[in-house]
């Protein structure tokens, strides 16, 4: 019994070896499972991190492109705008303000700019214009409307209505001034010295045939002898432009038995 209980306790010693060995590896197979599938999850976890931060990334591209898609859709709709409003700009006339004294020449400087004998010339010292006179023409594409307006010291005229009526134009071209842009004004004034300059060689007054006329009955007007005076002291200063005024300088030094006829300048303001 003895030997046989030895015999047995021998056999489950070595089923008991067997069995703590059989588990032993089982469980190392286990932990390097265990630890593979740990370095797995770990992968995935970078992995993720990796696509998320790419997928972030990838997002604020998309809405930064977008944001430059709205901001350059604003801009060109913004640039239309502005060449819808410097087209409609150009079309608006620009304005050239005369202002001067009566009998200064204002309505002829008009005519001449204009082409035309649309106003009505004084008799240099006896007013004619009474109200606001107006004229369009066109140079390199730009249209120009002339204002002529009453003379100062007005013949017939109080100074009340003179001033009241320049208020009510300057009111006007305030509130209708297509550009405040200093540099189109500079442009503008060159295009028109040309312009002048053009027009002077060509310009034929309606009345010439009957300045001689006009000239003499000048003489019947009350304080000529004064105008005149005045006219005599500037001729010796104004003989050379003369020379350069065409047909009319050509007829005014011509002109025999009267006094030269010197036309001052007068103020041009360009709106």
């Not at 089982?26 to 797995?40: A, C, Q, R």
């Not at 001033?163 to 071209?173: F, S």
Request: proline share 2%; net charge positive; charged share 30%.
């Amino acid at each position: 019994m003895e030997k046989k209980l030895n015999n047995l306790l021998g056999l489950i010693g070595k089923f008991t070896v067997n069995i703590s060995s059989k588990n032993i590896t089982k469980l190392g197979k286990l932990v390097k499972e265990k630890k593979e599938l740990i370095e797995k999850i770990n992968e995935l976890k970078k992995n993720k991190l990796a696509k998320e931060k790419k997928i972030k990334t990838l997002t604020e591209k998309i809405q930064d492109e977008d944001w430059k898609k709205k901001c350059r859709g604003l801009q060109e709709t913004i640039d239309k705008q502005n060449q819808i409003i410097e087209e409609f700009t150009k079309k608006l006339p620009r304005k050239i303000l005369l202002i001067g004294r009566t009998g200064s020449g204002k309505s002829t400087l008009a005519n001449v700019l204009t082409g035309t004998n649309q106003f009505k010339e004084s008799n240099y010292s006896i007013s004619q214009t009474k109200t606001i006179q107006r004229c369009q023409f066109v140079e390199e594409e730009i249209t120009y409307e002339v204002i002529d307006t009453i003379g100062l010291n007005d013949t017939k005229l109080n100074r009340e209505d003179i001033l009241y009526k320049l208020a009510e134009l300057a009111r006007e071209l305030k509130d209708d001034n297509p550009s405040n842009d200093i540099s189109k004004r500079k442009k503008s004034k060159i295009i028109l010295l040309t312009h002048l300059n053009k027009q002077i060689g060509v310009y034929r007054p309606s009345n010439l045939e009957k300045l001689n006329e006009r000239i003499m009955d000048y003489m019947k007007y009350e304080n000529r002898e004064l105008v005149i005076q005045e006219m005599d002291k500037h001729v010796s200063k104004f003989k050379d432009k003369l020379s350069n005024l065409g047909q009319i300088g050509s007829f005014i030094s011509g002109l025999a038995a009267v006094p030269t006829i010197i036309i001052p300048l007068v103020s041009c303001n360009i709106m």
